[in-house]
């Protein structure tokens, strides 16, 4: 073909805001589009077409992706009119015909619920690429030291002060084939470790016929990919089963981790959640977890300024949270969210005094989570490199930090995607130093 003749296809953008969940949604889209033909663009400024995958779990999320939407606008081939922008993900399944009344600027939306139709949607707007042929759907395109894999969608706990729900719709188990063959695809890339993410992965398997479960899930997987690491993450306390624990314990590539989000310890303030348990109960589950699994690792999330919640329910909380029962601790304000019950509930406290008791929480949270990690100091830890800073110190992750949330660890050699041996010879706060 002549160059005067060659024209290049259509190149895409995508923009990724929120969760990890978002990213392997934002994954699955950009595979979709390779495989019809679409270019992948580096700078928005220069698509075709820019999505924006949005977050809409809580307010500020839904303030940010606004922003990145209006940022995106004012692109000058998007104020030309020469390319097309795409609002995709959590706030066109929140607020539907809504958005596209408030958002002129964007030419599509696309919900979460219709992201199979990607290509589609794109082909409508900017026009037809020819499929790239030379794009094996069961290759990863690059390979990365960690990914997430999602196990299942949807949330059936309606938690009162949750967005999820509606906006992903009831829970749904992905079979296991499908997750499988997306582990297959990134391990053949190189990937090292394998996350596997949900809105409730202990539920995964329940609406599945062949009464597996997530231990079967992870057995299986760590059978089939002995030197590839998997984490599970986002596991409710429920979902902390003893067979789960048999196999954390009995296979060396399953991080001895677990994320378990308990968001408070008062049985009144839970139950007004929607939710189970008390500060008993966590205790015991803690205790059991410890007991079959030694040395694991545990992180939580706690919701501060939760309607009605007194100075005695929080100092509940407070005591509980400097017991030091966890290695990290994600705290976070109540966000208000509308179409929630937890909206209509009495005894909303102001801005102010939710900000104040999250930081409260968050500074009890790291005097009593700092001296855990210190207890590392002295022990073997097998690291998976992920990079180099400026002055060459590499850094990376052992089996007891997960991506993005818990800190690194410094290593003197190591390529990134190799596991080396190191001894934690010192830890800052959550970061630790190798030797």
Known sequence: ????????????????????????????MARSLKAAGYRMADDAAEADAVIVNTCSFIQSATEESIEAIFEAASLPRMEEGSAALIVAGCMPARYGDDLSEELTEARAFVPCSREDDIVAVVEGLVGPAEPAGNVPPDVAESAHTFAYVKISDGCDRFCSYCTIPFIRGRYRSFPYEDI??????????????????????????????????????????AEEFPDTWLRVMYLQPEGVTDRLLSVMAARE???????????????????????????????????????????????????????????????????????????????????????????????????????????????????????????????????????????????????????????????????????????????????????
């Open 1 to 28: 073909m002549s160059a005067t003749s060659a024209k290049a296809a259509p190149s895409v953008y995508i923009l990724t805001m929120g969760c990890a969940k978002n990213e392997v949604d934002s994954a699955s």
């Open 180 to 221: 499988r063959a997306e582990v297959a695809r990134e391990v053949a890339a190189g990937t090292r470790e394998i996350v596997l993410i949900a809105q409730d992965t202990g539920r995964w398997g329940d609406d599945l016929e062949g009464g597996r479960d997530l231990a079967w899930l992870v057995d299986a997987l």
């Open 253 to 435: 590539n399953v991080c001895s981790y677990l994320d378990i989000p308990l968001q408070h310890v008062d049985d009144g303030i839970l139950r007004a959640m929607n939710r189970t348990g008390n500060a008993a109960e966590f205790r015991a589950l803690i205790e059991r977890i410890e007991a079959a699994v030694p040395g694991v690792t545990l992180r939580t999330t706690l919701i501060a300024g939760f309607p009605g919640e007194t100075e005695e329910q929080f100092e509940e909380l407070l005591d509980f949270v400097s017991e030091g029962l966890f290695h990290y601790i994600g705290v976070f304000p109540y966000s208000r969210e509308e179409g929630t019950r937890a909206y209509k509930l009495p005894g909303q406290l102001d801005e102010e005094e939710k900000a104040e008791r999250a930081q409260i929480l968050r500074d009890a949270a790291d005097a009593a989570c700092a001296p855990r990690i210190a207890e590392r100091i002295g022990g073997a830890a097998r690291v998976l490199v992920e990079g180099a800073e400026e002055d060459g110190q590499r850094f990376g992750r052992a089996q007891c930090q997960a991506p993005d949330v818990d800190g690194v660890t410094y290593v003197s050699h190591g390529e990134p995607g190799d596991i080396v041996d190191t001894v934690i010879a010192d830890t800052l706060l959550y970061e630790m130093e190798g030797e």
